[in-house]
Each structure stands twice: as C-alpha cells, then as structure tokens.
C-alpha cells in the first residue's frame, strides 16, 4: 500500500513537514476505506518520500514517521523512544516531573509520555500508534525504572481517528495522587482524572520567571488557576494571592497543595466562573500588583480563533482595570490556532480602549522537554506575554 502525492507536494516533505492532507493524494479513492496502516508515501514520480501511518478517517491522512527506508517495528520504536529519553537527561531541569516523549517533536507521533516521580502517564492520541502501544509500555518498562504506567487517551479528537476514549492502568499499580517536586515546591498531582496528563508541566520555566516578578506584600490575581501552581510559587515569594478556577476538585486539590507549601494563609482559591469574577472584580475597583491569566485552550480548530480573540480581549480589558503602573499582566495561550501575533492584537485593543500603555518584558515559549520543530509549525502551541503596565 502506498500514498502518491499530487505534483508538487513532494516539496514539504523534503522539507521535513511531516503531515499530508486528503487534498494532497493523489489516489486518495483508492485509501479512504482502508484500516489504520503503515504505508509508503511517494511523489507523483514514484519516488519514495518516507513511510508513515495511515488513517483515512482523520483529515491528517498520513503521519510521516521516517524519511529512510526502514522497517517500522518494535527496534524502531525502541530506538526513537530512548533518543527522546536520553535528550531530557541532558536538560537541566529541577523537577522529578518531566516530559519524556512529545508527539511529532521527537519523531513519534500522536505519543506522549510524562513523568512523575515513578510513575508514567501515557496519551495514544492516533489510530497509527495505538496499534503499537503494547509493544510501546512493554519498550517504556524496559527503559524507564517506573512502578507503573498510566493511560490517558481521554481526548476528544481519538473520536476522528476512529478510537474511543479511555484510561487506566497499563503497566504495575498507579495511585491517584503523587507527589511531584518542582523548583523547590511540592505539588500533588492527579493522574486519574486531573486536566491534561495531571499537572501543566509545560509552565514550569513561567512559573518560576512569574515568581521572580514577585515583591514581598504584593497582591495577585490568578485566573483559571487549576491546581494552585501559578498561586503557590507567588505566595511562596511573599504574595498574597486569589486563584479563580471553575473546576471545584482543582480548587479542593489546590488548597490542598497550599497546605503541602506552607502557604495557606496566603492564597485564597475561589471555585467560580474566572470570566464572571475577574468582570465582577474590576467593577468593584480591585487593585492588584499582577494577575495571570492562563486558560485552557478555547478551541481546538482555526474557525474559533477569532471568537477566542475577542474572549482574551475581555479578561485582559478587566485586567488592566485592576492594574495601575508598575503593575504586570502575564498572559498565556495553549491554542495553537491562536497566533502570538493574534494574542497580541487582542491585549493591544484592550490597552487601547482603556487608554493604557504597555510594555513588553518578555514572551516566551514551551520548554525544552516540550520541543517544537521550526518546520512544523503545528508543534508550538504555548505562548507568553508579560507585560507591565507604563500608564
């Protein structure tokens, strides 16, 4: 079985653009009811490009796995697994919680692997990588020193790729709750039913620059706070702070997390509507030194950006409200559908509107255990402004 590209679609692949869409194939008739597969992908000339899973039902029709021509079996898998593995080891980074395997930017796609303590959980986001996730926990147990391995495929967009959802435990025992340890803090996590895998280790480097942003005494808000992390590293420095998340078992864990630190008395964790309560606050004429906020992602699909637009146009403009000079605002978006330049569109017209103006102390981008591929741009999807508020 083998995919054969239009004239010229050959060019991104050389490129290292490693996804091809339905309107790309040629012989696109004679795949679409074909099971998940691997397959050769090749030019409209006949040469070989690579050789990639194929799923006729996403609207990602192939994933490229190798531009060689090489078998795609358990010594493959083995072999990217512990390249990916071997290059966190060199990172420096101060946490046992890490991210060992992303997806596409480490070769391996619709895989992802994170680490907490002595336990992995495991995310088989596409049909191609399912049918290899035995042989996939079987290679983990073998080169991870882990007491149990836990799934996570509870995302929506299996359901395109013709998967169901579902999680539970794949290798040994995994209790609900660990403990991780992250720049000198502690934090439970929750393996079996928390957001993402548990625990957003994607904003470990921001927490602790928002951390240094902190002076003793100062007041901050944190918005869509989920398990405290954002609020903890603040109070840890000497904040006071008011974290805001709709989700009262994040709420209840966050307190929770608080009491581990020591901090209790310096955060508040409110169970509420983050929209409705910073909107509410603002009128109210609260003052605070730094709010942060930092959503889940609003949409999933490009038709949605511009709606999100305008939902980060609202928080922000309730934001600066509540921020008078010298005050900072940190904004982040997990979508990769919203742009930086999208982001920053919105925050700017809220600014404008208010007649303040700011000033950009950074942006910044995921961490290197969550690498992104400059030819793909698909694989950045975090992005950060902090920005301090001139007038």
């Known amino acids: 079985m083998e995919i054969l590209l239009k004239k010229g679609k050959e060019k991104k692949i050389k490129n290292f653009y490693l996804w091809v869409f339905k309107d790309e194939i040629e012989n696109i008739e004679q795949l679409k009811d074909k099971p998940a597969q691997i397959v050769d992908v090749k030019s409209s000339s006949g040469e070989f490009l690579g050789r990639a899973f194929l799923n006729p039902k996403s609207h990602i029709v192939a994933r490229i796995l190798t531009l060689e021509d ?71 147990t073998d080169v991870v020193k882990t007491s149990g391995i836990y799934e996570r495929s509870d995302m929506e967009s299996r359901k395109e790729e013709g998967l169901e959802i579902t999680s539970g435990e794949l290798y040994g025992y995994v209790p609900r709750y660990v403990e991780i340890e992250e720049n000198g803090l502690k934090f439970l996590v929750d393996l079996h039913y928390g957001q993402k895998t548990g625990f957003y280790l994607d904003q470990r480097d921001n927490r602790k620059k928002v951390q240094g942003l902190i002076n003793k005494g100062d007041k ?10 954002f609020s903890i590293y603040c109070a840890s420095a000497g904040a006071m702070v008011i974290g805001v998340d709709s989700d009262r078992s994040a709420t209840d864990l966050a307190r929770e997390n608080a009491k581990l630190n020591n901090v209790s008395d310096k955060v508040k964790f409110l169970t509420a509507d983050a929209f409705e309560t910073i909107e509410e606050m603002a009128n109210s004429g609260e003052k605070f030194d730094l709010v942060i906020i930092d959503p889940p992602a609003m949409t999933k699909t490009k038709k949605g950006a511009e709606s999100v637009k305008w939902a980060f146009y609202k928080l922000a403009l309730n934001a600066l409200k509540m921020l008078d000079p010298g005050a900072k605002l940190v904004i982040s978006s997990c979508a990769y559908h919203i742009s930086l330049e999208l982001l920053q569109e919105a925050i700017r017209f809220s600014a404008n509107d208010l007649g303040k103006r700011l000033r950009v102390i950074d942006i910044t981008f995921q961490p290197e255990d969550h690498p992104w591929v400059l030819q793909m741009p698909e694989t950045l999807y975090l992005k950060t402004i902090y920005l301090e508020v001139l007038k």
């Open 70 to 140: 090489e078998k795609i079996n358990s010594d493959f898998f083995k072999r990217r697994i512990k390249d990916a593995i071997e290059r966190r080891k060199k990172l420096k980074i101060k946490s046992n919680a890490v991210r060992l395997i992303h997806a596409e930017a480490d070769f391996l796609p619709g895989l992802i692997v994170d680490k907490f303590g002595n336990y992995l959980v495991l995310q088989t986001r596409i049909a191609g990588i399912e049918n290899f996730k035995h042989e996939i926990v079987s290679i983990l």
């Open 220 to 229: 901050v808000l944190d918005l869509f706070c989920y398990s405290g992390a």
